[in-house]
């Protein structure tokens, strides 16, 4: 009875962890039509572009990166870190699009937007894994979780706290967390249930790398 007990505290324990950090069931629904709903504006209010529409489209955008953009406000929340892996998905639209034509020129501009793009992915992603990880960690504080992002360009993402001692709250986070942390291209996840512990689970991420371009569901 007592072994029962302790499981069931430490589900109520998990689910107050995955509830702070990532929202409700209801959040993640209203997260999902927000991502869908974006994504339906990308693909179909965009009306069939001339040659010379597209040239000017891509020109702006090359613009602007050029002129510089400030990725800052990006950083302050889950949400805010969505929005900027959305605009890697418009820009890879515009790219691959590009790429695909006909015409030599548009070509031409759909690689010269691609370079900086990458460039900029190679830069930001980054600084969205450790913005990712302070954000985790201020939510989870309170649970006594801890969270370090480190590693060659903030690759890995670690968590420490008493309900990773149970194999089936480690397994049951990961598979909550796996696509969003495909999506900032962790590749490593480590559980530990205490700060030496020398046994952890760990789980390697088949994620991209920060220079490829994002692909549109």
Request: without cysteine; negative net charge.
């Amino acid at each position: 009875m007592k072994k029962r007990v302790q499981h069931l505290i430490s589900g109520f324990v998990l689910a107050g962890f995955l509830f702070m950090a990532f929202g409700s069931d209801d959040n993640k629904k209203e997260e999902e039509t927000s991502v869908e709903a974006t994504n339906k504006t990308i693909n179909t209010t965009e009306k069939k572009l001339t040659d010379v529409e597209i040239k000017e489209q891509l020109d702006r955008e090359i613009s602007s990166i050029d002129k510089g953009i400030d990725f800052t406000s990006y950083k302050e929340s889950i949400e805010s870190i969505q929005l900027e892996l959305v605009l890697f998905q418009v820009w890879a639209k515009k790219i691959n699009e590009a790429k695909s034509s006909n015409n030599n020129g548009i070509k031409e501009l759909g690689e010269k937007l691609e370079t900086k793009v990458k460039k900029i992915q190679v830069s930001e992603f980054p600084k969205l894994r450790k913005a990712y990880g302070k954000i985790v960690a201020k939510k989870l504080w309170v649970e006594n979780i801890e969270v370090e992002v480190f590693g060659n360009n903030s690759k890995t993402i670690q968590f420490t706290g008493g309900i990773f001692a149970n194999n089936k709250n480690k397994q049951e986070t990961q598979e909550t967390l796996s696509e969003m942390l495909n999506f900032l291209r962790f590749k490593k996840v480590n559980y530990k249930w205490y700060e030496y512990d020398d046994e952890y689970t760990y789980y390697d991420l088949d994620s991209k790398n920060d220079n490829e371009i994002v692909e549109l569901n």
